[in-house]
């Protein structure tokens, strides 16, 4: 922020005579001693000296905004849309604080704080969040709870469960009276963070001690965290106490237990639950016939589950994608690939995104049961309907491609590929894999420049592929060639590297390469277990290779 005197806007007269007998009507002392005052000395002196209030200095001085152009006329609404829509943090509380200390005639009210609180807040900025909430408890401005609800969670979020109690305990002195609202949001915030005993002594203590009455929200929270503890005989308590509380359990405080029966493994249980939601004249949502199909595929019940679901879509619950998630899973475990493309197109139809986990489930099934067309097929249909496959599927679709000799149109999947993402290593690998197998090693060997030339730096698998390509054509010497470069890029060989190179230089009986590549070995970073290997995998004349054998140590000693 800068500030300048504004002496352009000062009109000052120049007087051509000068009264210079009253000039030195002071003492001699007297003037030495304001020639050696650095102070008045200064050029700004004369300006500041005539300044006698913080409102005159103000209006003195122009105070450069944080942002241009500075509105002329600022409401709280504006100053409010301005705050928010600041992506910087720092810009959004200069512009709070240059509002409030230097824009004529504003004051910030209880709208303007809850803004920059809750920017700095969800920012994780809450040292001067704190700075804040201390000028506004300092304030004569009436605060509403909402902005302490909105502290508490972004607390719970951050991982910061005893500042969200802190907070929780501090709402009084804002002369804010606490509900149960921000009660629900302390609960919440614990649950987050896995302190379930501290919600239960909390709980138990709301009504003599905070003087709030709990809610079923309340409750389902507190369900809740005993459900995730595993305490079934707590929650089932609850649960029966909560009419004597003059509260009436709801779907969610049904389900809640349900979750922590399946949870527990107690199907029984689970499925009585279940029922008792339908015997008290309720409609179990998606959540609960969710959670109890996932409970009977966990356990190996998949019939029970799709019984579940057939009973559920009778009942007009539509599954979420939770469900189909479950569900889809679970057909492509029991290698039942057409149910589980069917599902996936309803999922598709009734506009619910599945995951590229999923997608590469479903597409790995077909392709095991020789289903490749069908595989390229529902990856079309998935880029169509903008559910952009990631790099695992197109590796998948890719290796399988090439697993049934399919190299060209492996690569035009990899092109298209290219059209809408960046191919991964592994999406790299597959193809060369699959041009390698084939020994359509000028193709391979053009894949992998295009790979270095974009950035995409091979691993050991990708040498592995070449070398062993390279060795199928019964040219291994070049797999040698492939090593030296490997070990020059600082990529280090594995087990499978050297074997593969041995065995395809023994099988083209060159020895002196082996050698080559067995002092390669000695110089690097080989364990005894590999060195083994190596070995074993050359010696055939002990008598022979001893000498050879010993050089090579002899050579690499550090």
Known sequence: MLISPKFAGHRRQIYTSINFTHLFSTTTTSAAADDDDPFKNHPSFHHLSTIKSKSELLQSYSVTPPIKPWPRYLSHKKLISLIKSQHDNNLALSIFHHAGNFH?????????????????????????????????????????????????????????????????????????????????????????????????ALFKNCQKKLNITPSVFTCNILLNALSKKGDIDSSIKVLDEMPVMGIIPNVVSYTTVLGCYVSLGDLVGAKRMFDEIAD??????????????????????????????????????????????????????????????????????????????????????????????????????????????????????????????????ARKLFDELEKSSSPSVLTYNMLIAGMCERGELHEAGRLWDDMVDKGCFPNAFTYNMLIKGFCKVGNAKEGVQVLEEMLDKGCHPNKSTYSILIKGLLDSECKAEVLRVLALAASGDVDPETWGVLVAKFVTDIQNVCSDIDRILSENEV
């Open 104 to 200: 004529p005639g504003f004051s910030h009210n209880y709208e303007t704080y809850l803004s920059i609180i809750n920017k700095l807040s969800r920012g994780r900025e809450f040292d001067k969040m704190e700075t804040l909430l201390a000028e506004l408890r300092n304030s004569n401005i009436k605060c509403g709870e909402v902005l302490f609800v909105n502290v508490i969670r972004n607390y719970g979020i951050a991982s910061k469960p005893k500042l969200a109690v802190k907070t929780f305990l501090q709402i009084e002195k804002f002369g804010v009276v606490r509900s149960v609202r921000s009660f629900n949001a302390l609960l919440n915030a614990l649950v987050q963070n896995k302190e379930y005993d501290f919600v239960y």
């Open 280 to 409: 008290r004249g309720w409609l179990p949502d998606a959540t609960a016939y969710t959670i109890l199909m996932h409970g009977l595929v966990k356990h190996g019940k998949f019939i029970d589950a799709v019984k579940i679901m057939d009973e559920m879509e009778e009942n007009g619950v539509g599954p979420n994608e939770v469900t189909f998630g479950i569900m889809i899973e679970a057909f492509c475990k029991q290698k039942k690939s057409g149910e589980a493309v069917n599902l996936l197109n309803d999922m598709l139809d009734k506009r619910h995104v599945p995951s590229p986990t999923l997608c590469s489930k479903v597409i790995d099934v077909l392709c095991e049961e020789g289903k490749v067309e069908e595989a390229c097929n529902l990856w079309k249909k998935l880029l169509i309907k903008n559910c952009t496959p990631d790099n695992a599927i197109s590796s998948t679709l890719i290796h399988w491609l090439c697993k049934k000799g399919q190299i060209r149109e």
